[in-house]
């Protein structure tokens, strides 16, 4: 063989080997498991709540990669571990774990060839893994060699629990990251936060997260996130809508294949919830292909706002075709920790000229000027109504103003462009406690509540551009609300 071929080979052979072995290196994450992952800085318990298909294991065997080795990424944000950890990841069950965190992890199991193909690296791994007993090829344990600024010094300890094992085997250790893959039982989640709290060994305690599809319902664990507000803990949805690597036809086919039931849960990340759910109307009845250069001159044109007090601003554009009586919501902003200036900066290249509905709070007075709230938007040039919102008979209900939206949902008569997801993050998991509304992570819903309720002084004009008219608006680095 010339020395030519032998070259060629020998850069195939390396080709294929860095192909096989080098999935760390070609992983680039998505922009809500980049938000997952920040969290993780200032969250000691962080749920990916996501759809089936999207990435959320490989988002779990990602993270926990990067504690295990030490080998975080240029530019990591999340939480950083200085010296080798102690970390379990657990699972329904056994054989589960098995062929989903052991897998992604380390390879296939049970073939020799494929050790070292997930995740870890293979140089990382510095002993061959002792095996469990009862499920063949599984793993017990597995010694990473842990790096700090390029310096190996010591070995981190990864072992493979399951939920099926009950409580009692979540007991007794001090652990530094919990990664659970799929929704554990109330008791053994709560054991497991007991393992993470702060000691002698890791004073500053260590981390939980968890990987999972809500099948469950409202559950316990999905409560504690969803209602049970911390400083602690944070939720991130993940829709198949944004998972890049499954295309739009593709995306319809799988939703397809569903079980009704099921549809929202595997396809949105939504728990499957019964009557605390407020709008049940599925995201593929109400949503359109539409953006604000695409919108009809004649249509009558509203802004709705929310000014934020404590919460987000928000806004909600919304376009009324009269004739059929449909309301097609366009645009969206939600911003946090920004001023009017801001709110109106973004607002006015979609729709400068549009009247703005406002709610009642913009009566209040601010505090150094002693001017009402909603002056300081109509200084910024927004065409503010008179008077806060009011539906035509002088009152201002929110739950006439939930079940004419509820109404229109289930009609066809209020759609919403697709591509307004942080819309559809609310909309997904806005719901009721005990009887009443959950006024969390509804901001958007609320001005377009707003809006809707005047759609009366809405009026008709050219509207959107091509350089902005295709995305909502949000703050820089908080397209997930995380209070």
């Excluded at 298909?53 to 240029?74: A, D, I, N, Q």
């Excluded at 097609?328 to 900066?345: F, G, M």
Aim: contains cysteine.
């Amino acid at each position: 063989m010339s020395s030519e071929k032998i070259e060629l080979l020998q850069t195939l052979e390396e080709i294929d080997r860095r192909r096989r072995f080098g999935k760390l290196a070609r992983f680039k994450p998505y922009p809500k498991q980049q938000t997952f992952f920040d969290l993780g800085a200032t969250k000691r318990e962080r749920a990916l709540m996501a759809a089936n298909r999207v990435g959320k294991s490989e988002c779990g065997s990602v993270e926990m990669t990067y504690h295990l080795t030490g080998r975080y990424p240029k530019g990591w944000k999340g939480k950083k571990f200085d010296r080798p950890i102690v970390a379990w990841a657990a699972g329904e069950t056994s054989v589960l774990v098995r062929d989903v965190q052991q897998t992604k992890l380390f390879g296939k199991p049970g073939v020799e060839a494929e050790f070292g193909t997930g995740f870890v690296p293979k140089e990382c791994i510095a002993d061959k893994p002792s095996m469990a007993r009862g499920v063949t090829d599984a793993y017990d344990t597995v010694q990473i060699k842990h790096m700090t600024e390029g310096v190996e010094d010591g070995i981190s300890t990864l072992s493979f629990k399951s939920y099926e094992q009950g409580r009692a085997k979540f007991q007794g250790s001090t652990v530094d990251v919990v990664w659970e893959d799929e929704e554990p039982p109330a008791d053994v989640h709560a054991e497991a936060l007991t393992r993470i709290a702060p000691s002698e060994e890791a004073p500053d305690g260590g981390i939980l997260y968890g990987t999972f599809t809500p099948l469950k319902g409202i559950s316990d664990v999905v409560r504690r996130f969803r209602d049970e507000q911390s400083p602690d803990r944070a939720m991130v949805t993940m829709t198949i809508d944004e998972a890049e690597h499954i295309s739009a036809i593709e995306r319809v086919k799988i939703i397809a294949g569903y079980l009704p039931h099921e549809r929202e849960a595997r396809a949105r990340g939504v728990p499957m919830m019964g009557s605390g759910r407020v709008f049940t109307s599925t995201e593929e009845s109400i949503s359109e292909e539409i953006h604000p250069s695409m919108v009809p001159l004649h249509w009558a044109k509203l802004w709705g706002i929310d000014f934020g007090v404590a919460h987000p601003f928000a806004a909600a554009l919304i376009a009324w075709d009269k004739d059929a009586d449909i309301i097609h919501v366009v645009h969206t902003v939600r911003l946090s920790d920004n001023r009017p200036r801001d709110h109106a900066a973004a607002m006015k290249p979609i729709a400068a000229g549009a009247p703005v509905a406002w709610p009642q709070d913009g009566t209040a007075r601010e505090k150094s000027s002693g001017e009402p709230l909603m002056k300081f938007y109509k200084d910024e040039g927004l065409v503010m109504l008179p008077e806060h919102a009011t539906w035509p008979g002088g009152g201002v209900s929110t739950e006439a103003g939930v079940a004419e939206m509820d109404d229109r949902f289930k009609t066809g008569r209020l759609k919403v462009a697709r591509h307004l997801l942080a819309f559809f993050e609310e909309y997904r998991d806005y719901h009721r406690k005990d009887g009443f509304l959950v006024k969390v992570r509804d901001d958007i819903l609320s001005a377009l509540r707003v809006a809707i309720m005047m759609k009366r002084h809405a009026r008709p004009m050219a509207i959107g551009n091509k350089k902005s008219s295709h995305q909502q608006t949000e703050a820089k680095d908080i397209d997930f609300p995380v209070w």
